[in-house]
């Protein structure tokens, strides 16, 4: 009887996400705010064909829809309370404290904070973070959705444990294999540290697991018994290009369970992209597969903050990233393969899991979307073959994976999806979380940038700067109180409370439009003993 899947995919029960901020939104005309607005293609990371535009285009602008209806009540104000305004923050928010003596050593990190703020109903973006058991380690990461959650849903579920099998020697892979064989049960590979929200598929846990141990049986076969060192930047790309085969295989396959049939074809035709942290002592790897950002905060001497970027993006404004696409197809695709900075003129990542629409050939596509159930044969999405589509596969898994060696001055990593990065510069990013860990701010001259100030203005801005020293200690969260500066920031960095009260108080319809899903991680480094680790040198 072979050993419990839960061992390898635990269950965290739990309710759907809570959209708490879709409850906050007052109307006075309810039927002019919460229309369906229209969506400029610059906010869509899969930007719909000129064919199927209307779907995503109502019958007149935004603009026209409400300059042309004014009545002469006045809409009533509504703004949320600081309380709650927290709420809403802190939903999602979740913290991890490393113990000081694990049982093996001293961790090099001290914990993480993390959290999510929801645009997209449901949110797209996941996270996912886990103590290696069998290895010594912690995997961090960020997983960004596009076209619905399915494909990062299951990225988040999935990931980490074909890098820590990936990680495994080969005695250990055969003892797991031995156990699974006669039944015995398994010592858990990953310890995960997850909010309740973030939960495990029950359904397709046996599915998963069976996939992973094919894996695991071909590691065991291409190894030859001899000990040699795992190669942690070799063992990354091969567990993030062999999930992406995975959900290729398991959509092509199918099911006999119609549900877990129609799950595998969601997961296969949606997207994630990936950034993923593997921290081991002092060797930081980070592997990226996408647009989401891996970046370390850096204390100079002089206590100011440097951001090193750690990872690279993947799209158009990656020049290297344009060649490389450009040199795997027919010269003749040179114009057509990236157009309006997007793949095939659609996608705008130019890495990521699942999109098998820019992976599988034309036929392959109609013969699995014939077979499969009506839900999947009456959507035109899943129809429709992006143009100039010749020269297959057009989009890769295959990970950048960064190495870094970390110092004592090395004092945090943030890992975000672009719906950060979209609204904040990695400086900013670096400053307010270093000015928030250490409680120190230093203070710069105020800039205005170009403004007409006042003398009152002046002096209102120089109040906000000494409340916002004292409201730092209002979060007990670094990556919550990053998302309050993301989302609230007025024109001269300070957190403006109308202004993030209005935010969070867009309905579902329109918070689309002002900004994308947020999920931050933010870790913190042990500096006494990354410098033990540089003394013992």
């Known amino acids: 009887m072979p050993a419990p899947t839960q061992l390898f995919f635990p269950l965290i029960r739990n309710c759907e996400l809570s959209r708490i901020y879709g409850t906050a939104c007052y109307c006075h005309h309810k039927h002019l705010c919460c229309s369906p607005p229209y969506i400029p293609q610059s906010r869509l990371r899969y930007t719909p064909h000129p064919t199927y535009a209307t779907f995503y285009r109502p019958k007149e602008s935004w603009w026209q829809y409400t300059q042309g209806r004014r009545y002469a009540s006045t809409p009533q104000k509504f703004y949320l309370t600081p309380p709650q305004v927290n709420s809403i923050l802190k939903a999602n928010e979740y913290s991890f404290k490393v113990p000081e003596f694990d049982g093996k050593n001293v961790s090099s990190v001290l914990g993480f904070d993390s959290n999510q703020l929801p645009a997209n109903a449901p949110i797209e973006d996941r996270r996912s973070a886990a103590t290696c058991l069998q290895t010594r380690g912690m995997l961090l990461g960020v997983f960004d959705g596009h076209a619905g959650c399915a494909c990062s849903q299951a990225v988040s579920e999935r990931l980490f444990y074909y890098i820590a099998v990936s990680l495994l020697p080969h005695e250990t892979l055969l003892e797991i294999e031995n156990a699974v064989e006669s039944g015995r049960a398994l010592l858990p590979i990953l310890q995960w ?34 000990s040699t060192e795992i190669d942690v930047k070799e063992a990354l790309i091969n567990a993030f290009k062999r999930l992406d085969n995975d959900i290729s295989l398991e959509a092509q396959v199918g099911d006999p369970n119609s549900f877990l049939n129609y799950l595998v074809l969601r997961v296969a035709f949606s997207g994630a992209t990936a950034c993923v942290a593997h921290v081991d002592g002092v060797d930081l790897h980070v592997a990226n597969t996408g647009d989401s950002r891996a970046m370390l905060g850096v204390q100079e001497e002089d206590g100011s903050w440097s951001a090193v970027t750690l990872s690279n993006d993947h799209n158009a404004q990656n020049e290297r990233e344009v060649e490389r696409l450009k040199l795997e197809h027919p010269k003749n695709e040179a114009k057509s393969v990236v157009k309006q900075d997007r793949l095939l003129g659609l996608l705008m990542p130019f890495r990521a899991f699942g999109d098998v629409k820019f992976k599988w050939s034309i036929d392959l596509q109609k013969r699995v979307i014939e077979s499969g159930p009506d839900q999947l044969n009456d959507n035109e999405y899943t129809k429709f073959i992006p143009p100039n589509y010749y020269t297959p596969p057009y989009l890769t898994a295959e990970p950048e994976v960064t190495y870094h060696r970390l110092r004592p001055q090395d004092k945090f990593l943030v890992l975000a999806t672009d719906g950060l990065w979209e609204t904040m510069h990695r400086q900013d990013v670096v400053r307010i979380v270093g000015e928030y860990l250490t409680g120190m701010h230093h203070q710069q001259p105020i800039a205005v940038g170009g403004y007409r100030v006042t003398l009152g203005q002046m002096h209102g801005l120089l109040t906000e700067r000494r409340a916002k020293m004292s409201s730092v200690f209002e979060d007990q969260n670094a990556a919550t109180h990053l998302i309050r500066h993301a989302v609230g920031n007025n024109e001269f960095g300070a957190v403006d409370h109308e202004r993030l009260s209005k935010m969070l108080s867009l309905p579902e319809e329109l918070a689309r439009m002002y900004r994308d899903d947020i999920t931050i991680i933010v870790v913190q480094f042990n500096s006494h003993v990354v410098g033990a680790y540089q003394n013992q040198e």
């Open 193 to 226: 540290h997850k909010h309740p929200n973030d939960y495990f598929s029950k359904e397709a846990s046996k599915l998963y697991f069976n996939s992973l141990r094919t894996y695991w049986q071909e590691l065991i076969d291409l190894n030859t018994g001899e």
